[in-house]
């Protein structure tokens, strides 16, 4: 199927890491028919991943509360019901103008499916395992190999499907002059030269299943800090809640904090300078591995071999032997899991990754 002068659309509005693991598609199709155009749809808030990156040429953002988080009330579902209406009118308006040949329902929902019939004609494609219907919407649908199979990897079946064969150059995240700009000023301002090697850390998810002992990350800190390596904290402004404690909770201090201080794409920019990515399973985890910074893993509730890193480089730490493992309870009374995952394994996992760039 040649796509030269054809108008294709993704599907991928959220999460962060969902849309890290869709881009290498976008790039590839980009590489293989460099005369068509993209456009892709994306939860306002994100749109920054999609706007500094050349392979995208529209982007439509969109905005409905989600349902999904814990906690959510029934105003919320109201909330997200009202906003779907208005979200299908602007883009059956935005489509209607400049109508797509072709739609990737990479996002495998009831909702995307009907953000797909929105654009008049086309080829819509999507998986056959899709959930909530999301099947009927599609005119072809791709086989996923296994249910573990890597989101990665199955986003990538519609290369395959389309004929463009992905490769390396098409995983990559872009940022910015400015961007670069805003990582090296938070650097030099925290105290840490260009060539001093120094590890993101990503301790923060939506999950509380997720969540690993603050101590630890505390003296997992000071002793990367003893060995002659600095620690950042990044995040979300909302994450300080937890990241504060445990700053202060070292024994000697040190560590730098960019959560809240730098845009989502100068965050990017900064892990593209990290030694190395120490985290739990969240967005950043998928950056920090699509830019080609080494990551160590934290997992427990969730599957690694479906969302882990993607990537030679790096490795996956959890308490194994659990028979609660990959529970995919998002609040948990005992998270065993993640309480047996010790200091020294994070440690020694990181400082084996970081051993190459040391001894240069």
């Known amino acids: 199927m040649d796509l030269n002068g054809k108008r294709v659309l993704f599907i991928k509005q959220s999460s962060l ?21 993209l456009g892709w749809i994306v939860e306002r808030g994100l749109e920054a991943i999609l706007e500094r990156d050349a392979a995208i040429e529209r982007i439509h953002p969109i905005h409905i509360p989600s349902t999904s988080e814990p906690g959510a009330r029934w105003p919320v579902y109201f ?17 209607r103008a400049q109508p ?33 219907l999301n099947p009927l919407f ?5 086989k996923a190999a296994s249910r573990s199979m890597h989101a990665v990897e199955k986003n990538l079946l519609f290369c395959h499907f389309l004929g463009c064969a992905p490769q390396q150059e098409d995983f990559y995240l ?4 400015a961007d670069e700009q805003q990582a090296a000023e938070f650097l030099g301002a925290s105290g840490i030269a260009p060539e001093q090697p120094f590890v993101y850390l990503n301790p923060a998810a939506r999950w509380q299943s997720k969540f690993w002992i603050p101590a630890r990350w505390s003296e997992l800190c000071d002793r990367l800090e003893a060995a002659g390596i600095r620690t950042i904290f990044g995040g979300s402004s909302g994450d300080l809640a937890h990241i504060n404690p445990i ?6 201090g040190g560590a730098g904090i960019a959560a809240g201080r730098l845009s989502l794409t100068a965050s990017i920019a900064l892990m593209k300078k990290a030694a190395a990515y120490a985290g739990v399973d969240t967005g950043p985890m998928h950056i920090a591995a699509m830019v080609g910074t080494p990551v160590v893993a934290l997992f427990g509730p969730t599957h690694p071999e479906r969302v882990g890193p993607y990537g030679a480089n790096n490795v996956v730490v959890r308490a194994e032997g659990l028979d609660c493992l990959c529970c995919r309870k998002r609040d948990c009374d005992h998270r065993r899991c993640m309480e047996g995952i010790t200091v020294d394994m994070v440690y020694d996992r990181v400082m084996a990754l970081i051993a190459p760039i040391t001894s240069e």
């Open 247 to 252: 700053v202060t909770s070292m024994a000697h």
């Open 17 to 37: 890491g969902d849309i890290v693991h869709a881009l290498p598609v976008a790039h590839a199709l980009k590489r293989c028919f460099p005369g068509c155009r």
């Open 174 to 177: 872009t940022t910015s002059l």
């Open 79 to 95: 909330q997200a019901l009202s906003a779907t209406a208005d979200v299908l009118r602007n883009l059956r308006n935005s489509f």
């Open 100 to 132: 797509y040949d072709l739609i990737l329902d990479l996002h495998a929902s009831f909702r995307s499916g009907l953000f797909a019939l929105m654009n008049p004609g086309g080829t819509r494609i999507g998986f056959g395992d899709a959930r909530e």
């Open 138 to 142: 599609q005119h072809h649908l791709l």
